[in-house]
C-alpha cells in the first residue's frame, strides 16, 4: 500500500470544556457526502461524547462508524487500545474517507502521533493534522480552562507537590503538537478579551501554527479535514514537557456517573449543577436527562458554573428515558454530596 492510499486521520486535542464534542459533532453535521468515522476518548465512565455524536443523525458518520474507548487515556493505552479500534474502522464496508479521532481532555497528542510510526499503522493511516480547540473564554480570564483557582492554590499550598501546575503542561504540551488552533467561544469575548485569548495562544505555541476563532464549534470542515501536514513526520521537532518520560499519569483528576431522575423544569436542574461546580471546584458536567412530558432528550454541559442545556433528539421508542451526567473534578471531590443533590 502506497502513502497515497493511506486514510488521513485528524486528531483533535484540547482541554475539558473547550467544545471538542460540539466542533465535532459541526464537523459530522456539514460533512458533504465524506464518510468519517470517530474514535472517542472518554475520560470517566460513561460514554457521553460518544452519545452526542451519535445523536447528530448523519448518514456520512453512521453509529457504528463512532468507535468509543472509555478504559483510560489514550496518550497512556495505545498499545492497548487505539491499534485494535483502527483494525475496526479500517475493516468497514463501505470504507471510510476520514478518521476523527476526539482525545480526552487529559491526553497528551504526541504519544498518539508517535503511534502512526508502528508498522500496523503506517502503511494505512496517516496524520492529516493536529488541532487544538482552546477555550477563549478561559484564557482571556487567564486559565487553560474555566475555574481552576482552586487546583492552582492547591497546588501552591503544598511544598510536596511539583511547583510546575500539571495542567498548565498538558495545555502547554496540546498547543506544542497542534496544526491548527481553535479558539473557541468566540461569542463570550468582546474584543479586548479577545486580545488576552489570542495572546494566551500565541505565548504558549512554540512555532507558527493558524489560529481560527469560531463560537459553537462551528469550523469549516474543509478547512478542518484536509490540512495535509503528515505530522508523524515532523513530531521530533514537537517538543514538549513530557518528552523524557516514559510514563505520566492524571491523579489530580477523578469522575463518577450520577443517575438522573426525570426532571420537571431545564432552568432547575442547570441552575443546581451551577451551585455545586461553585461549591465543590467542579470542573465538567456532561450528560442527558428526560424531562416531564417533553419527547426530547435533554442534553446538559457544564465547564465549571457555566451551564447550558438544550433539547438535541427525540427519545427513541425503545429507548428508557434514563437520565445520567458524568462528573469530572478534583482528586477528594465529594461524591456522596454531589450524587444526593443530583440525583434527588
Known amino acids: ?79 492497548d487500545e487505539f491499534v485494535p479500534a483502527l483494525d475496526q474502522i479500517l475493516a468497514m464496508e463501505p470504507p ?65 507537590l511539583d511547583h510546575d501546575d500539571p495542567i498548565e503542561e498538558v495545555f502547554e504540551d496540546q498547543i506544542a503538537c497542534a496544526d491548527l488552533v481553535v479558539l473557541n467561544k468566540r461569542d463570550l469575548l468582546d474584543k479586548d478579551g479577545l486580545e488576552r485569548a489570542m495572546k494566551a495562544v500565541t505565548g504558549a505555541l512554540p512555532r ?14 474543509v478547512a478542518l479535514l484536509g490540512l495535509g501536514v503528515g505530522t508523524e513526520n515532523d513530531i521530533g521537532n514537537r517538543l514538549t514537557h513530557h518528552d523524557a518520560e516514559e510514563d505520566h499519569d492524571h491523579d489530580d483528576f477523578d469522575s463518577f456517573v450520577v443517575p438522573l431522575s426525570e426532571v420537571n423544569d431545564p432552568a432547575a ?3 443546581r449543577i451551577a451551585e455545586l461546580a461553585e461549591a465543590h471546584n467542579i470542573l465538567r458536567v456532561k450528560g442527558f436527562a428526560a424531562v416531564t412530558g417533553k419527547p426530547m432528550r435533554l442534553l446538559i454541559q457544564a465547564v465549571g458554573p457555566r451551564v447550558s442545556h438544550y433539547y438535541d433528539r427525540p427519545w427513541g421508542t425503545l429507548e428508557d428515558r434514563k437520565g445520567s451526567v458524568v462528573v469530572i473534578g478534583l482528586k477528594g471531590l465529594d461524591r456522596e454530596a454531589v450524587t444526593k443533590s443530583l440525583a434527588g
Open 1 to 79: 500500500m502506497t502513502s497515497l492510499a493511506r486514510i488521513p486521520c485528524t486528531i483533535v486535542t484540547g482541554f475539558l470544556g473547550s467544545g471538542k464534542t460540539t466542533l465535532i459533532r459541526h464537523v459530522l453535521a456539514n460533512a458533504n457526502g465524506r464518510r468519517l468515522a470517530v474514535i472517542v476518548n472518554e475520560f470517566g465512565d460513561v460514554g457521553i461524547d460518544g452519545e452526542i455524536l451519535k445523536g447528530c443523525g448523519d448518514a456520512s458518520c453512521p453509529e457504528e462508524n463512532i468507535v468509543e474507548l472509555a478504559n483510560g487515556c489514550l496518550c497512556c493505552t495505545v498499545a
Open 96 to 160: 471510510v474517507d476520514h478518521i476523527v479521532i476526539e482525545t480526552s481532555g487529559l491526553a497528551l497528542p504526541k504519544p498518539l502521533v508517535q503511534a502512526f510510526h508502528w508498522p500496523a499503522i503506517r502503511s494505512r493511516v496517516t496524520v492529516d493534522g493536529v488541532v487544538a480547540v482552546v477555550d477563549g473564554a478561559a484564557l482571556a480570564d487567564g486559565q487553560v480552562s474555566a475555574d481552576l483557582e482552586a487546583l492552582s492554590a492547591q497546588r501552591a499550598a503544598d511544598d510536596a
Open 269 to 271: 436542574i442547570a441552575e
Open 208 to 221: 507558527a501554527v493558524g489560529i481560527v476563532t469560531v463560537a459553537d464549534g462551528k469550523v469549516d470542515p
